[in-house]
């Protein structure tokens, strides 16, 4: 392998995904909100009626873009590769909870390198909460935790999730009567459906070919010293960055920023446990949905188990605001570092046991 | 020696390489079944100073790790 081939494929893929994110935001999404693997799904959640929040309603094209684009460039590549059987129900509770901290932040990491490309500083507080999460779930990993082994699984299994998003995107094309869409807040907030469609499809297809990962290039950095994944991350920031800077969407500070909060604990918290269950996980909310793409049906329960979360979230109060964050929220951040933790121990435990008594 | 590493999430097979490594073994193979474990795996053991040698089997691939 050329390691400078992938370096050059990371930093193309990485600008072009910048560019595409802020190009969005100018026809329309919310500011910094190129792309939010968390706020999409909320959204989609909202559309489809999983909860009732009138602002957060659109069945987004973007999300349906990534996954499909995975879904084409894994065929063309001869990558897609049904897999799946590891843990789902485990992955799909850790997802739900991902889905809480990303919620008490406002936006998933992809979001939060967004948000600090415009001068929102408190996607800097994010993003030490995030690398301490990463720690974390290392941690564990080291100490030997496991989902266990993927197996393989029909093309049925592994196509199945694209199927529904397909399905989605024919009723938002074709009978969007059946969807919701909000008429003021930020899900009333969108750049044309075809434009959003084909940048997920671009941005799918890069993610897709470069294994990008929010979580992958930090934990990599901190494994082992190797910045190469890390690379993707840092020029999505530089080139969407250069992009809000030219086009006057830059305002540094920490307040007055949109669809975002000041609460800076709970940021930090929000963003932890958004890192401690990617890593566990074994990607961040964008990877699981490019890994659906290609196949993977434990990722596919990733995203049905963030879909469920956003429907929880926005049903029981929990989600932040731009006012701040709420008393659910706070409680089901602690509560979410409390059953990964448990769930993680528990399996740490069980395999040592087995290990004694060679099984 | 031999790490079965097929089916195992990222960052897992990193992981057991990892131990492998630092454990000293100067030569041992790595049973992958995805693109990003391999490439992964194969980033992770050229930093460390390690060859490595890919092999194409029925379930994925076959990584030989020789220590420089």
Not at chain 1, 29 to 36: H, K, Q
Not at chain 1, 175 to 178: A, E, H, K, N
Not at chain 1, 254 to 262: P, R
């Given at each position: 392998m050329n390691l400078s081939q992938e370096k050059k494929g990371l930093i193309v893929a990485g600008t072009i995904t910048g560019i595409i994110s802020v190009v969005l935001v100018l026809l329309g999404?919310?500011?910094?909100?190129?792309?939010?693997i968390a706020c999409f799904y909320r959204d989609i959640a909202g559309a489809l009626s999983?909860?009732?929040?009138?602002v957060v309603q659109y069945a987004r094209p973007e999300i349906i873009g990534l996954l499909l684009g995975s879904l084409f460039i894994s065929i063309a590549r001869k990558e897609f590769r049904p897999r799946g059987g590891s843990s789902p129900m485990i992955r799909f509770v850790i997802s739900f909870f991902v889905m809480i901290g990303a919620l008490v932040f406002l936006g998933c990491p992809f979001r939060m390198l967004l948000r600090l490309s415009g001068g929102d500083l408190n996607a800097l507080v994010a993003l030490a909460g995030f690398i301490a999460g990463i720690i974390a779930g290392v941690l564990l990993l080291n100490r030997g935790f496991t989902l266990g082994r993927s197996h393989t699984q029909s093309t049925v299994e592994g196509g199945a999730i694209s199927g529904v998003f397909f399905a989605l995107l024919l009723i938002l094309l074709f009978?969007?009567?059946?969807l919701k869409f909000s008429t003021s807040g930020p899900g009333s907030m969108r750049a044309p459906v075809i434009i959003s469609l084909a940048a997920g499809l671009i941005v799918g297809a890069l993610a897709q070919r470069n294994r990008f990962c929010m979580a992958g290039g930090i934990r990599d950095l901190f494994l082992f010293r190797d910045s190469t994944l890390l690379l993707g991350s840092i020029m999505v920031l530089v080139a969407a960055f250069i992009m809000n800077l030219v086009t006057g969407n830059f305002h540094l500070g920490?307040?007055?920023?949109?669809?975002?909060?000041?609460d800076w604990l709970w940021n930090f918290l929000g963003m932890a446990l958004v890192g401690y269950g990617s890593v566990l996980l074994g990607g961040c909310p964008l990877r699981q949905t490019i890994l659906a793409g290609e196949g993977n049906s434990d990722s596919a329960m990733s995203v049905l188990g963030m879909v469920a979360g956003a429907a929880f979230a926005h049903n029981f109060g929990l989600a932040s605001s731009a006012q701040g964050t709420t008393v659910g929220g706070r409680w089901a951040t602690i509560l979410g570092f409390v059953v990964i933790t448990t769930i993680a121990l528990v399996i740490i435990h069980t395999h040592k046991k087995e290990a004694v008594h060679g099984n | 020696m031999e790490i079965d590493a097929r089916g195992l999430s990222c960052p897992q097979p990193v992981i057991e390489t990892r131990k492998a490594i630092l454990s000293k073994v100067t030569s041992f193979s790595v049973l992958v079944d995805n693109i990003a474990a391999k490439e992964n795996v194969t980033r992770y053991a050229t930093v460390q100073h390690y060859d490595v040698v890919e092999t194409t089997t029925e379930y994925g691939w076959k990584l030989d790790l020789e220590k420089r």
């Open positions: 999404n919310p500011a910094n909100m190129g792309f939010c999983l909860h009732s929040a009138a009978i969007p009567s059946l920490f307040t007055g920023q949109s669809v975002a909060h000041t | -």
